[in-house]
């Protein structure tokens, strides 16, 4: 097990272009969380899985963003019609039922120019 | 609304003891926990209080106050290495929803 594994790592996309990141658990972690993070600011929540059920999602989420996780494993995390907004850091997180705290992936870095 | 308020940056030298305060107003609460990151790193976990008082793990133990809407992560024995952002984040909801995290505190230690 190596921890929870993000693809790609950095992504260049030109405004306008859709994007699609993927990310890939700790096997016997049910839940997963995706969240962007801003150069200076904290992890902002995306939207929740438990196994492959969507539980939550932000109210701050525009529809350009969707996310699923078919199996209840991987998880994806679509934005179409980037803009230079969405350019941050995408991180993943799981966790175990009971875990008292999340592991992060090492993100993907999106830039839209 | 939600807020979770922290200072921007904190400094001090190897060797000293240093605490990261954190006040949160939430809708709801089931737990305070702080994640240290590193410069171009994941988020990682340190502690976690679901209840009032100390926690101690190692050099670094965490408080909380229920009452007061307030914890803090305490550091001892600074290292260099400890040198990262700290982020409070506080559970609106019962187990599994998603954490809320404040903007982090920047720690510098020096030698």
């Known amino acids: 097990d190596t921890g929870v594994s993000q693809d790609p790592r950095h992504k260049i996309t030109k405004r306008g272009q859709n994007v699609t990141f993927r990310c890939d658990p700790i096997s016997e972690h049910n839940r997963l969380y995706w969240y962007r993070q801003t150069l200076g600011q904290g992890p902002e929540f995306l939207t929740y899985f438990q196994n492959e059920a969507q539980l939550e999602k932000s109210r701050l989420l525009s529809d350009r963003f969707s996310a699923e996780r078919p199996k209840g494993s991987f998880s994806t995390l679509e934005i179409q019609r980037t803009e230079q907004g969405d350019s941050a850091m995408y991180l993943c997180a799981t966790a175990a039922t009971g875990s008292l705290g999340y592991t992060f992936g090492s993100g993907t870095r999106l830039t839209v120019v | 609304g939600q807020s979770l308020e922290q200072p921007s940056e904190v400094t001090a030298v190897e060797g000293a003891i240093v605490q990261i305060n954190c006040t949160y107003q939430?809708?709801?609460?089931?737990?305070l926990s702080w994640y240290q990151q590193h410069d171009g790193g994941a988020p990682t976990f340190l502690s976690y209080n679901a209840l009032d008082g100390l926690e101690e793990t190692g050099r670094f133990s965490s408080f909380l106050s229920r009452s007061d809407s307030y914890g803090y992560l305490l550091l001892q024995e600074l290292q260099m290495k400890d040198s990262a952002s700290y982020f409070c984040?506080?559970?609106?909801?019962?187990?599994?929803?998603?954490?809320?995290f404040g903007k982090g505190t920047t720690l510098s230690v020096s030698s």
């Open positions: 939430t809708s709801g609460f089931y737990g």
């Open positions: 984040a506080v559970r609106e909801g019962q187990a599994g929803t998603a954490l809320i």
